[in-house]
């Protein structure tokens, strides 16, 4: 089983009509990653969870929203284009509506943006996978 890391980005803030490139490289044991988008630990707008094996789940992404600490009903997407081993990139933009996903193989996916913000400062990323590049523009 990989170790779980876990990263924080300080000092970003990502902003509607702005778009976020994350470039990621699972372990090549890696069992799940997570991105988290949000205000903090206990309010998370979009939590955005690859599996490639865990808690009974198998190559799906799911997300999740979590406010005052409480998780919302988890989303879960059947297109899996993560290898592990393999860097990938993927983008992610939003809106007060929706988050919008690119996913590294072209496809796209939402969720929706229940916090209903324009701005979040938060940004962690939690795992088995080494963050590579992020980048706002």
Request: aromatic residues 12%; contains cysteine; charged residues 30%.
């Amino acid at each position: 089983m990989g170790k779980e890391q876990l990263r924080k980005v300080h000092d970003m803030t990502f902003k509607e009509g702005k778009e976020l490139k994350i470039r990621i490289k699972p372990n090549d044991d890696c069992i799940r990653f997570a991105i988290n988008i949000g205000h903090d630990p206990d309010n998370i707008a979009m939590h955005f969870n690859p599996r490639f094996d865990w808690g009974g789940d198998s190559n799906v992404i799911v997300c999740n929203s979590m406010s005052g600490g409480c998780w919302g009903d988890e989303c879960r997407n059947g297109n899996f284009p993560f290898v592990r081993g393999e860097e990938c990139k993927f983008y992610i933009n939003f809106n007060m509506e929706q988050f919008y996903i690119k996913l590294p193989d072209g496809s796209m996916m939402d969720f929706a943006n229940r916090l209903g913000d324009v701005k979040y400062k938060y940004f962690e990323v939690t795992g088995d996978a080494k963050i590579v590049g992020i980048k706002i523009k």
